[in-house]
């Protein structure tokens, strides 16, 4: 690292010069018997961001795991570390800890972060840190082979996965009542979609499709919006090594955005304003919306009756989902007549961790069954990664239930890579484009002389 | 108390501005003297120098006996009274007078006795707890005063010290300052580029141009017998006659006129060489007829003096004046004749008296 | 003449004492001032100087965040400073921070700055308390409430200006995003120009005013023959000053995060996104090396203008 | 006559524009925290409680006040300090390259207030050992704001007369002294301002108070407002508009004790 070598060489006469101030050094040792000292850190802080995150970390895990410890004879004492920032921060944090050789010893991260965390060589595959034990987990046998992929790169787990999520088709059955739509209502095609539409339309609905576009949303565009259409076209944005272009399931996704936007289907203004994703939540909650593309935060987050930012006190009746389909049946990604896109948390071990096996038990201790049932009741339950805890805690959520058994069979994931950032962005690009009126074709192919610059070149990219 | 003595003093500023100009001087034990000039001569440059504002670039300053030329403002031993007070405007007057006793680490108590009672001295008792902000011109310089005399230095100095007061707080403040001066016999310099009031105040004086000290002596000294014809151009309310010539014989020839040598420099001079012929207004004697040895023109100008009044005269296209009592002022365009006192009047030859 | 005094006992002062005299008003000596300056540039050194030039450094390389590039990030010379400068999106970024930095700083801030000072120059009490207080508090609030509250006022459906002005659903953050974030910054920053020019215009001579207005001038033309060339050094000390920080105002992300489509993304908030937000941080380096480069263009420009008529 | 009455109309109306421009941005912030479910439109509140209640009972929300206040005070007062010794000597002594060095220290400040000065700046305070510490981030932020804050004041500095000094000089007052007896209170309200200006910038400062101090505990009130987003993004704006507020006192209150303590303007303060 030459950056780093270059520097200390000054720092050291920094420190000479007297500005060497104290601050306690980190904290070592950890010898038989000694006290250990471990710290957790998640993007979740008590009273904002995932309080019920924190509060599950603070007030359930780290005293049941400290007991649990005690009753070994080790005496273990955990911190958690709450952080309750933008994603973007959250990680550019843990890089710069990760980088220094700091950090908490157990953290979460973004599912799509674990590529490029790990060509920085900022978290390691964890049969290498913690050993065979790594491998041996009994929950790996719980948690579904897509699910595990998340937490896989070069072929080595690196991580454990925390919990996945699907993308759905909500709509709101009031509103599709008026337009004489049927409240199990479940399109088959995009054109069903149009159609759907053009009803609600005359319907008088102000907003009748929200599929979200443009860069003001961000990573919410890729994930709620033209991923979801790609794999509906029957494409991916990397496949087997190489990025899609100016591929035809591409101008396919654009067009239906097209369709959409320029259709006067949907407000192409809330896709530019830089907090058009909250309106259009808030607009869904206030009936504007009748159909919204959005994952099952948005049902679990936004419109939950009990604590949601958008609360609908009778969500249960009113708001009705479905699962996107493809262009036309069996036109999706890998033939499939439906698809969806999944993101999720990863859970890992820091390699800068001193205690790197009991850290793996803390980790694993929150990915047990009974840890994970004690996170999810009352009322936040979740997609959990595994199975058997799948089947129980979820039996009285008819959504997460559909999600579970309908949309993640035919989900598909993000390339966990250190450039998708960039391609996202130059997609959401795409879809800006398009919404502001230009051409598919042309958006299409705007997209792929930006891909040429972020890869490298068109020599990774499918022709 | 204590003698000032410089020698050889001279100050370059960067860039090679010659202020000072290896200057010597004496000034003894509790004189009152006058740094005179006009602006640029370099008087408040002596007086800083003194100070120990300014670093001397050669020479040496003296007080009481030890060389200061190296020690800081204060180390010196010297007060100063600035030319806009620099009294502290966050300060009340008490605090301002006290100010020096508190560098000296004086308690609190004592100080504010002190300057009690240097402020009473100097009527201020009514106004000890206002502001500089609140008080008058007058007030102001008192309070710089009060502030220097409470500091018992052996010299004071003074940078134009009336310059900010009205003209009639001026003459007020002049016979204060220098009954003050005498009563607390102090050892003071003060800068001044108004020679009247110099004349008035010092006991002696040095009168300065372009760095040079161009004479040194008691008013009356630099009044009646300017050294040069550049002290006999400042000094006076009306500037001395001083006008070209040559020697004729055992006389002059000014002006196309024939005048006699005057006393004192009778004896000096040789026949036909070229010389100024200096002379007070006030050393005239005017009249409407002629008679030997005057000065004879016509009248160009009147001016009220007041008391008396100035007359020009065109005496063959060279300006002549003369001071005329009270009630005999000539009308313009009338002839007239000054007749300067030989006991007065003065000779310079290449600009420095004979 | 002088009068003749037998020569004192000389108390030679050694070399030491001499050297270390001053002539500065205080007497500080350079020393001294070394010794004022010191603690300062130390900080500003240990902080400041060496993180930038590092920072000058890291836009030579590609250094990023995350992946292979943040373990072993390679030296490669110009190429960002390249990239950026064939980059349409850098220039547009640079265009739009003209018009942000002449808009809101130059004629925003100083105009209403100016006038702000002028209306109130010789009043007191209630009404100038109250007007400067406003504007001071728009200044010292933290940005990250005061950008809420922008949000809150120029909101499509619910916000305060479209119900005043009667048009609600008027979209002002993305059709006019850059007249938005301009009239923001203008808001936000007057304070600190209604200060120095209050502070300056209480320097210009009565007197002199007085004998324009009474040689008839008017109010327009005291102000520019008189006032003007009074506070002329206030002036450009203020414009540099503001268009410097201006230049580096990241809060215009607080308000549209550089949309619609980046039609405000202003260089600073470019930076964010391509530092922060993609994680490129030899590219973002080397784009704030070239603000660096523009800044100092614009402070040699303000600095010419303020020799050139002195 | 009419001019006159024509230019008093004039400047009333001028004066009520400003007021209007000024004051209605702000009305938002207090209504919003009084009414039960705020939305972005100003409405007459129906003046709750509820919401000061739901931040008081935050587990971070008060604390994180107290370490804005912490890192501000501590950075105003350490960059006064420094800046006022720094630009007096600056002003007063000739220092070769003087205007050069401030002039380029100046723009370099502009680099350190820029997102990619952040690995560096951590990386130092990695260093250092600076992380996790209000010190550390006080010393970091301060050498920011330096530049600036000397500049500004060496320009007071410059505007007062130097017969003050020099008359203290020759009652034999040393250095140190004539700041702190003449110097210091003559520029006192130019010290006062570039405190606010300083405790301003850093109590809305984010970024670096995120990074640099990883323990919540620790963290200010700036980055504390962040966890009133939810996890979806969206602003929680019961809780944000009256956080906001409370966050927005205190810096309010500081300007006004200053400003009536110490004067708050630039140069002519105190005139004799």
């Given amino acids: 690292m030459a950056v780093r070598k270059r520097s200390l060489g000054v720092v050291a006469v920094l420190a000479a010069a007297g500005l060497g101030l104290a601050a306690c050094g980190q904290s070592s040792g950890g010898g038989e018997g000694e006290a250990i000292e471990l710290t957790i850190t998640q993007n979740a802080i008590k009273g904002g961001k995932n309080a019920a995150g924190a509060t599950f970390i603070e007030d359930w895990v780290i005293p049941k795991f400290e007991a649990a410890q005690k009753a070994k004879g080790k005496d273990v004492t955990v911190k958690f570390v709450p952080s309750g920032v933008d994603d973007e921060q959250y990680k550019t944090k843990l890089s710069l800890d990760l980088k220094s050789g700091k950090g908490a010893d157990v953290m979460d991260i973004d599912g799509i972060w674990a590529g490029e965390f790990a060509e920085a060589g900022y978290i390691k595959p964890l049969s290498e840190l913690i050993g065979p034990e790594a491998d041996s987990w009994d929950g790996w046998s719980q948690i579904p082979e897509a699910v595990q992929g998340m937490a896989e790169f070069n072929g080595k787990k690196y991580a454990l996965p925390v919990g996945t999520d699907g993308r759905v088709l909500y709509f709101n059955k009031t509103l599709f009542q008026k337009a004489g739509l049927p409240a199990d209502w479940q399109p088959k095609s995009w054109q069903e979609i149009l159609d759907a539409g053009t009803k609600l339309k005359s319907a008088g609905v102000p907003v009748p499709i929200q599929i979200n576009a443009g860069t003001a949303m961000g990573e919410a565009t890729s994930m709620q919006g033209v991923l979801p259409l790609l794999a509906g076209a029957g494409g991916e944005v990397q496949q087997d090594g190489k990025w899609t272009g100016a591929s035809q399931p591409l101008k396919d996704a654009l067009g239906l955005y097209q369709k959409i936007y320029g259709g006067g289907l949907g407000d192409p203004k809330l896709q530019q304003e830089a907090k058009g994703r909250d309106k259009s939540f808030q607009q869904f909650a206030d009936g504007k919306v009748g159909i919204l593309m959005e994952g099952d935060y948005f049902w679990r987050g936004v419109v939950n009756p009990k604590d949601g930012v958008a609360k609908m006190a009778d969500r249960d009746q009113v708001v009705g989902y479905a699962m996107i389909p493809a262009m036309e049946p069996g036109k999706g990604v890998r033939g499939q007549d439906f698809v969806s896109m999944s993101g999720g948390a990863l859970r890992t071990v820091n390699p800068n961790s001193e205690h790197p096996k009991e850290a793996f038990e803390l980790l694993t201790f929150t990915l047990s069954p009974e840890a994970l049932k004690e996170e999810t009741k009352d009322g936040n339950v979740r997609v959990t990664p595994r199975t058997d805890v799948n089947k129980e805690i979820l039996a009285g959520e008819p959504l997460l239930t559909f999600i579970s058994e309908k949309v993640l069979p035919v989900t598909a994931y993000r390339p966990p890579v250190a450039v998708y950032p960039q391609v996202s962005v130059a997609l959401q690009e795409a879809t800006a484009a398009v919404v502001g009126g230009t051409a598919p074709d042309q958006a299409a192919a705007d997209y792929q002389k930006k891909l040429e610059g972020i890869v490298g070149g068109a020599g990774n990219i499918a022709s | 108390m204590a003698a000032i003595e410089l020698r050889g003093l001279t100050k370059v500023y960067p860039g090679g501005v010659k202020a000072l100009d290896s200057l010597d001087l004496d000034i003894p034990d509790g004189e009152f003297f006058a740094l005179l000039g006009p602006s640029g001569c370099g008087k408040t440059t002596l007086l800083r120098t003194i100070a120990g504002l300014e670093t001397a670039t050669g020479g040496a300053v003296v007080i009481g006996e030890r060389d200061v030329t190296g020690v800081q403002p204060g180390g010196r031993d010297v007060a100063m009274v600035f030319q806009d007070y620099a009294l502290f405007p966050h300060m009340d007057v008490t605090d301002n007078i006290a100010y020096p006793l508190r560098i000296k680490k004086v308690a609190k108590g004592a100080r504010r006795e002190k300057a009690e009672e240097v402020g009473a001295r100097l009527g201020l008792d009514h106004l000890m707890d206002r502001r500089p902000g609140q008080l008058s011109g007058g007030q102001q310089q008192r309070v710089a005063l009060a502030r220097v005399m409470a500091t018992q230095a052996q010299a004071f100095l003074f940078d134009e010290p009336l310059s900010n007061l009205d003209a009639r707080l001026r003459l007020e403040a002049r016979t204060f300052l220098k009954k003050l001066q005498r009563e607390l016999g102090v050892t003071t310099v003060f800068v001044t580029h108004d020679q009247a009031e110099a004349l008035a105040m010092a006991d002696r004086m040095a009168v300065m141009e372009a760095g040079h000290i161009r004479q040194i002596g008691t008013p009356v000294e630099v009044f009646q017998r300017p050294a040069n014809t550049f002290v006999a151009g400042f000094i006076g309310s009306t500037p001395m006659n001083l006008l070209d010539g040559a020697v004729r014989g055992d006389t002059l020839e000014v002006a196309g006129c024939k005048v006699a040598v005057p006393i004192a420099a009778e004896g000096r001079l040789t026949d036909g060489e070229k010389i100024v012929y200096g002379v007070r207004p006030e050393y005239m004697a005017y009249s409407a007829g002629p008679a030997e040895g005057v000065l004879s023109g016509k009248v160009a100008i009147v001016e009220n003096l007041g008391a008396s009044h100035l007359v020009t005269l065109d005496v063959n296209d060279v300006l002549v004046q003369a001071v005329v009592p009270e009630g005999s002022e000539p009308a313009v365009g009338d002839d007239g004749h000054a007749l300067p006192r030989r006991d007065r009047a003065l000779v310079y030859r290449d600009g420095e008296l004979v | 003449m002088a009068q003749a005094t037998s020569p004192p006992e000389v108390v030679k002062e050694d070399a030491r004492t001499r050297r270390g005299y001053s002539s500065d008003a205080a007497g500080l000596g350079s020393l001294r001032a070394g010794a004022f300056v010191a603690p300062a540039l130390l900080l500003i050194a240990a902080f400041l100087v060496f993180p930038a030039l590092w920072v000058l450094y890291l836009g030579l390389t590609n250094y990023r965040l995350t992946g292979a590039a943040a373990a072993e990030p390679e030296f490669v010379g110009l190429a960002n400073l390249l990239d950026a400068v064939f980059n349409p999106t850098f220039w ?103 200060m120095l020019y209050g502070a300056a215009l209480g320097n210009v001579p009565p007197s002199h005013l007085e004998s324009a207005r009474l040689a008839g001038a008017s109010g327009w033309q005291q102000l520019r023959d008189v006032v003007f060339p009074h506070i002329r050094g206030h002036i450009l000390t203020n414009l540099l000053l503001i268009s410097l920080w201006t230049f580096n105002d990241f809060s215009p992300f607080l308000l549209t995060a550089g949309g619609p489509d980046g039609r405000s993304e202003v260089l600073a908030v470019h930076v964010y996104k391509v530092a922060l937000q993609s994680g490129e941080l030899g590219y973002g380096a080397a784009v704030s090396t070239i603000i660096l480069l523009i800044n100092l263009v614009v402070a040699v420009f303000y600095l010419r203008l303020l020799r050139s008529k002195k | 006559m009419t001019r006159f009455v024509l230019g008093r109309i004039g400047f009333c109306t001028l004066i009520a524009v400003l007021l209007a421009f000024f004051t209605i941005p702000l009305l938002w912030l207090v209504t919003a925290p009084f009414t039960s479910d705020p939305s972005y439109e100003v409405k007459v509140p129906d003046f709750t409680w509820d919401n000061f209640q739901a931040v008081v009972e935050h587990p971070y929300a008060l604390p994180s006040l ?98 003050y000094e020099e008359s203290a000089r020759v009652f034999g007052a040393s250095p140190l002294q004539i700041v702190r007896h003449v110097v210091v209170p003559l520029v006192r309200p130019g010290l006062a301002t570039i405190g606010v200006w300083a405790l301003a910038n850093v109590w809305g400062n984010f970024l670096m108070p995120y990074l640099l101090l990883s323990d919540v505990e620790k963290q200010p009130a700036a980055v504390i407002t962040y966890t009133l987003y939810t996890e979806g993004g969206q602003a929680n704006l019961s809780m944000l508009s009256t956080f906001g507020l409370l966050y927005s006192i205190p810096v309010v209150l500081m300007y006004l004790f200053v400003s009536k303590k110490y004067g708050f303007r630039f140069h002519g303060g105190i005139k004799r």
């Fill in chain 3, 92 to 194: 547009n970024s640079t265009w739009l921070t003209v018009q942000f930095v002449l808009g809101s700083a130059v004629i925003g801030q100083v105009v209403l700055g100016f006038t702000i000072a002028w209306l109130l120059r010789d009043r007191a009490g209630p009404l100038k308390r109250l007007v400067e207080g406003l504007v001071i508090l728009a200044w010292i609030l933290p940005s990250a409430v005061v950008s809420f509250l922008w949000v809150a006022l120029l909101d499509r459906d619910g916000g305060t200006l479209n119900a005043l002005l009667g048009i609600p659903g008027f979209p002002w953050l993305l059709d006019h995003p850059m007249l938005s974030i301009i009239v923001f910054n203008t808001w936000r920053g007057t304070a600190f120009s209604m």
């Fill in chain 4, 66 to 163: 107290y370490n804005s206040l912490v890192l501000s005070v501590g950075t105003a007062v350490l960059v006064v300090l420094l800046a006022a010794l720094a630009a007096y000597a600056l002003s007063r002594v000739r220092l070769p390259g003087r205007d050069a060095l401030l002039y380029a220290l100046l723009l370099l400040s502009s680099i350190i207030t820029g997102t990619a000065a952040m690995v560096p700046l951590f990386q130092l305070a990695v260093e250092l050992n600076l992380i996790d510490s209000h010190l550390g981030l006080i010393l970091i932020l301060t050498g920011g704001l330096l530049p600036a804050a000397i500049f500004m004041l060496k320009d007071f500095m410059d505007s007062t007369p130097k017969s």
